[in-house]
Nanobody
Framework: EVQLQASGGGLVQPGGSLRLSCSTSGISFDDYVIAWFRQAPGKEREGVSC????????YYADSIKGRFTISSDVAKSTVYLQMNSLKPEDTAVYYCASGSDNVCDSVPIVRWVQYMDDWGKGTLVTVSS
């Protein structure tokens, strides 16, 4: 059984940083991608970042490029999202999900959400002064 759990959210001031963690079990990073999504109140869930061990690649939404960094620790079966220079518009519930190993490379980011197989519960990030 595949399980994913996002954690690390909280309240942070604009310009601050947070690191989210996605703990996984039941999947191999050799066969799956792990992606981060977020959903702000009243908005659709959107892709934020994705990491693919198979392709040795990471992918980012334009809105967070240069501020967020995705990484993985295979030994801990955990994927991280380091978020720096946070803005109020980054406020959302953040989710991690897993999908087939070619999803993020072959599918546009706006469609990632349709191709994920398993989802974890989200963690709330609030950026406010």
């Amino acid at each position: 059984e595949v399980q994913l759990q996002a954690s690390g959210g909280g309240l942070v001031q604009p310009g601050g940083s947070l690191r989210l963690s996605c703990s996984t079990s039941g999947i191999s990073f050799d066969d799956y991608v792990i992606a981060w999504f977020r959903q702000a109140p009243g908005k659709e869930r959107e892709g934020v970042s994705c990491i693919s061990k198979t392709y040795g690649s990471s992918y980012y939404a334009d809105s967070i490029k240069g501020r967020f960094t995705i990484s993985s620790d295979v030994a801990k079966s955990t994927v991280y999202l380091q978020m720096n220079s946070l803005k109020p518009e980054d406020t959302a519930v953040y989710y991690c999900a897993s999908g087939s190993d070619n999803v993020c490379d072959s599918v546009p980011i706006v469609r990632w959400v349709q191709y994920m197989d398993d989802w974890g519960k989200g963690t709330l990030v609030t950026v406010s002064s």
